[in-house]
């Protein structure tokens, strides 16, 4: 009886410590699993905290781009004028004659003439005649011929500008003038072919002198 009362003890107290044993492994893996939960959600908070500083930061950059591009333009040097002055007009005219010589071409071979002035820009210098106006353009005629007693038989029309009427007031018959400008020939006025005047189209005023030394003087120094 003692004996079975023993063995009972002792299986109680092994039992006891199987029980003990096996509460102490379920304490240490509930903790294990609460431990590796936290680091789990820890993870978790980390990687949601790195994802939204990469979200801020691809929104600035795109807010900065965006600012970048509605920032305005800034001013160009303006572009300078593709239209040649007048002294460049007349430097690289394709011929530079007196009015007279102009007029002789034409009265001598006015198809030599034409090939070599027509359609062409060329400086022109002689004596005024008159400034007359022909539909609404303000012209300079130039003497280009002479007969007998002085009698003008040839001129050389300029059809001008707007650009030059200043300078166009204040010429008068008499004053000498060099002005550039693209030749048409022989061209008829008012519907009549008129042989003697050779006309002249889109000029401007170079130069304009009192007598004729002064032109020739000046036109030596253009030419």
Not at 41 to 62: Q, S, T, V
Not at 68 to 89: D, Q, R
Not at 178 to 200: D, H, P, Q, Y
Request: glycine content about 10%.
């Amino acid at each position: 009886m003692r004996e079975n009362t023993g063995l009972w003890v002792a299986l109680l107290v092994v039992g006891g410590l199987l029980l003990a044993g096996l509460v102490g492994v379920g304490a240490m893996l509930a903790m294990k699993t609460r431990t590796v939960q936290r680091n789990t959600a820890e993870e978790r908070r980390l990687a949601d905290a790195e994802a939204a500083r990469a979200e801020a930061e691809a929104k600035l950059a795109a807010l900065q781009k965006q600012k970048g591009a509605a920032k305005p333009a800034e001013p160009k040097t303006p572009e300078l004028s593709a239209e040649p002055t007048v002294v460049e007009k007349w430097a690289k005219a394709e011929a530079r004659e007196f009015a007279a010589k102009l007029f002789k071409d034409y009265q001598g071979n006015a198809v030599a003439a034409d090939k070599k002035y027509k359609g062409k820009t060329i400086g022109v210098v002689g004596e005024v005649y008159k400034v007359d106006s022909l539909r609404g353009k303000a012209v300079v005629i130039l003497k280009a011929g002479t007969g007998e007693f002085d009698i003008v038989l040839g001129y050389v029309w300029c059809v001008c500008d707007d650009a030059d009427r200043d300078k166009l007031a204040e010429l008068t018959d008499g004053n000498w003038a060099a002005l550039v400008g693209r030749c048409t020939g022989k061209e008829a006025v008012g519907g009549l072919e008129i042989g003697s005047m050779i006309m002249m189209q889109g000029c401007r005023v170079v130069h304009v002198a009192r007598t004729e030394a002064e032109m020739n003087k000046a036109f030596q120094r253009k030419k």
